[in-house]
T-cell receptor, first 116, second 109 residues
């Protein structure tokens, strides 16, 4: 399985500011994803981070609000821009890997964001 | 889009079996997964089943898939207090996972 780390693990931010979250994987992976988990809710896919091209965003998420970088096959960043209290969530990085008989998706520990 | 539903809460006593259920609407998923989320932690992949299987057993975990009824379940045998967590089922659609609403399992001594 892939080992995924995220920085920061948590942060408290003021509204109107931006935060960049980093995701590092211990092996090269093709597919990297960013999810949001709002308090008490399930996970929602924000976007797929593509290496060498723009990220692919899901309905309801836009590049201006959540710019993503993917400079290589082991690293990605997600920026939460112009934050408001509604952005308070856990943000999780995920990668797709193989585990012998099929595809599985592994998750990082998450970044807990509180916006005041 | 895909709807994936789970009951919100399950409470069991230590040593009993737990059964967490998941129902879904789209039958085209290739892989179906169970994840565990402990308080303050990320998601841990517990097990998964391929759509052409009916059952998969992995130590204390048994996954049952009823494709006709679009129903997936996770049975945890000999449930321990360390199993207390939120459990998510997830279905692999076209290039992305769709998560269930999550079931909070509480195991009491």
């Amino acid at each position: 399985s892939a080992v995924i780390s995220q920085k920061p693990s948590r942060d408290i931010c003021q509204r109107g500011t931006s935060l960049t979250i980093q995701c590092q994987v211990d092996s090269q992976v093709t597919m990297m994803f960013w999810y949001r988990q709002q308090p008490g809710q399930s996970l929602t896919l924000i976007a797929t981070a593509n290496q060498g091209s723009e990220a692919t965003y899901e309905s309801g998420f836009v590049i201006d609000k959540f710019p993503i970088s993917r400079p290589n096959l082991t690293f990605s960043t997600l920026t939460v821009s112009n934050m408001s209290p509604e952005d308070s969530s856990i943000y999780l990085c995920s990668v797709e890997g193989t585990s012998g008989i099929g595809e599985t998706q592994y998750f990082g520990p998450g970044t807990r964001l509180l916006v005041l | 889009g895909e709807d994936v539903e789970q009951s919100l809460f399950l409470s069991v006593r230590e040593g009993d079996s737990s059964v967490i259920n998941c129902t879904y609407t789209d039958s085209s998923s290739t892989y179906l997964y169970w994840y565990k989320q402990e308080p303050g932690a990320g998601l841990q992949l517990l097990t998964y089943i391929f759509s052409n299987m009916d059952m998969k057993q992995d130590q204390r975990l048994t996954v049952l898939l009823n494709k006709k009824d679009k129903h997936l379940s996770l049975r945890i045998a000999d449930t321990q207090t360390g199993d207390s967590a939120i459990y998510f089922c997830a279905l692999k659609g076209f290039q992305k996972l769709v998560f269930g609403t999550g079931t909070r399992l509480l195991v009491s001594p």
